[in-house]
């Protein structure tokens, strides 16, 4: 039995078609399956509540590519980028062929990777769950009828929770997979529930082929003012890309992965993927009403059997809670999913030394050297003794999903800014007056971070009288209406002056020890945009 059919059908491409095969379903019946399969409950006012098991995020250590003539010379190889044989795909892709032959029941879904057509990628994945199907076909881009009627494939992901790997017999590192082949255009995955693989993957997937077309692919939201001034916001998780981008003020044109072609800011996707955790309808007003939607997929929130009602603040089954839904759920959200050039870059990070200000104007280079650098630092975990911050680097602010070497897309990001006279900040959400390990140090409060980011992006902190960082040399307003000019002095929050200095010296050094991977691969301008500790600066 098949309910709605393939234009190119599953044998088509070599696998096998079940007994009842689900193609292109809608939001509705998707939950419907998914609740008459147990896969998760409906909350009292309509999300789908699912929980993803033992992975409740992305497993970065069980991730592959295969090491073939196309990606030898192409890959950027390394502790990100790990080899798989094309051989151990071979006997992996043969036993999850095997595996859905076992299938009674599969859930194929035929979306576009990218808003902008032509540099869009057509991709068809294959799931054992409802819940995954609905997941992905939120957070695509769906097509038309029409394109429907006459989808052809490109790359097809297939998706199996409940596959077990071999490592022995498939070159992997555990019983959790995620193998992408770009020759064959093929990507598994399998042993584990958590559907931003399958989201993550088409973003490898473009971040790979859209560089050699010309366009810069990121990991960053966007959204637009009502001049048409388009903003982009980098950022690792956590650091606020989705909170800052969710902007009643301006229209959304995505919260997580674009493309930034000669012509437009392009979504790759159709949907917004956002934390949960603690989620509150004073701080995030406009993701906080996409809870109370059918429609929306909320992933390891806590949620009452009885009452279904839901606890975001409850992390025991997740700190890293998600919700999925799409992008017209944000009342003021791009219809086109594009927008114009950016007039605005903002590199967002979330220090939790408590050393750099809230927001620095960047040089060109200093934007590059900040991309490529990529940083952000969390609490080190809730182990006892830890006493320290954890620094994360991660290079163009999302190392795991850049399959090329960092230099193509941070010199595409130069030259486009270079081209477009972009105007550069970098914006710290994290802790203030101390470190986060701290007794008594508190997160950036958001209204000043929102203020700090409106006077960026109507032009009017131009305006401001700003001074040089001393040790990261960039510049940083003095005051800003509106905004406690304390906060604008990092060194001046805290209590031991001292002891930020050191603090702001250990961090200087954690920049320049990462960046040095980098030195190579960038002209002199950007290897002086390094940050130099305060007293060498000086002298």
């Not at 192409?74 to 051989?87: F, I, L, R």
């Not at 194929?108 to 990777?113: I, N, R």
């Not at 800011?265 to 509150?280: D, P, Q, T």
């Not at 990462?514 to 002086?528: I, K, L, M, S, T």
Request: with cysteine; net charge negative.
């Amino acid at each position: 039995m098949s309910e709605t059919s393939l234009h190119v059908p599953l044998s088509a491409q070599g696998l096998p078609e079940p007994a009842t095969l689900f193609a292109n379903l809608g939001t509705a019946p998707l939950v419907e399956h998914a609740v008459r399969n147990g896969e998760g409950l409906l909350a009292a006012e309509g999300p789908l509540v699912v929980e993803t098991g033992k992975h409740t995020g992305r497993s970065a250590k069980d991730k592959f590519i295969v090491r073939d003539a196309e990606t030898e010379n192409t890959v950027w190889w390394g502790k990100t980028n790990v080899a798989m044989t094309p051989e151990h795909f071979a006997a992996l892709k043969a036993d999850f062929i095997k595996a859905l032959g076992e299938k009674d029941t599969l859930y194929v879904a035929d979306l576009f990777g990218g808003s902008q057509p032509e540099y869009r990628v057509n991709v068809r994945i294959v799931n054992e769950l409802a819940w995954h199907n609905l997941f992905i076909r939120t957070l695509l881009v769906r097509p038309s009828d029409a394109e429907q009627a006459s989808f052809v494939p490109e790359y097809t992901i297939i998706d199996l929770p409940s596959f077990r790997a071999d490592p022995a017999r498939h070159g992997c590192r555990s019983e959790t997979v995620i193998a992408v082949n770009f020759t064959e255009k093929l990507i598994l995955i399998g042993g584990t529930a958590y559907a931003g693989e399958m989201k993550k993957s088409v973003f490898g997937i473009l971040n790979y082929l859209l560089p050699v077309k010309g366009v810069m692919p990121m990991h960053c939201s966007a959204n637009i003012g009502a001049n048409g001034d388009t903003a982009v916001f980098f950022g690792l998780s956590g650091t606020g890309k989705t909170t800052l981008s969710a902007d009643a003020s301006r229209t959304l044109i995505g919260d997580d992965e674009h493309g930034w072609s000669d012509t437009a800011v392009f979504n790759f996707e159709g949907g917004c993927y956002a934390k949960m955790i603690r989620l509150s309808p004073e701080a995030e007003p406009e993701i906080f009403a996409t809870t109370k939607r059918f429609g929306t997929v909320l992933e390891n929130v806590v949620i009452d059997p009885e009452t279904r009602t839901l606890d975001f603040d409850d992390n025991s089954l997740a700190e890293n809670s998600r919700g999925s839904y799409p992008i017209d759920f944000i009342p003021n959200a791009s219809v086109e999913n594009m927008g114009p050039v950016p007039k605005n870059i903002i590199m967002l990070t979330a220090d939790a030394y408590g050393v750099l200000p809230p927001i620095a104007r960047l040089t060109p280079d200093q934007a590059m050297y900040h991309f490529l650098s990529g940083y952000t630092a969390r609490v080190a975990g809730t182990e006892i003794g830890v006493t320290e911050p954890e620094a994360t680097f991660s290079t163009c602010f999302g190392a795991p999903f850049m399959p090329r070497h960092p230099s193509v897309y941070g010199n595409l990001l130069k030259e486009r800014i270079a081209k477009g006279a972009v105007s550069c900040w970098l914006v710290n959400t994290g802790w203030t007056g101390g470190k986060a390990t701290m007794d008594g140090i508190k997160r950036m409060p958001i209204k000043a971070t929102r203020a700090l980011l409106n006077a960026a992006l109507d032009g009017s902190l131009n305006d401001a009288e700003f001074r040089k960082d001393p040790n990261f040399g960039f510049e940083v307003p003095v005051a800003v209406p509106g905004v406690d000019s304390k906060l604008l002095d990092p060194r001046g929050a805290w209590a031991d002056v001292n002891e930020y200095d050191k603090t702001a010296q250990t961090l200087v050094h954690q920049f320049v020890d990462n960046f040095a991977q980098f030195a190579e691969h960038v002209d002199e301008g950007v290897r002086q945009a390094a940050p130099v500790a305060a007293q060498a600066f000086a002298a």
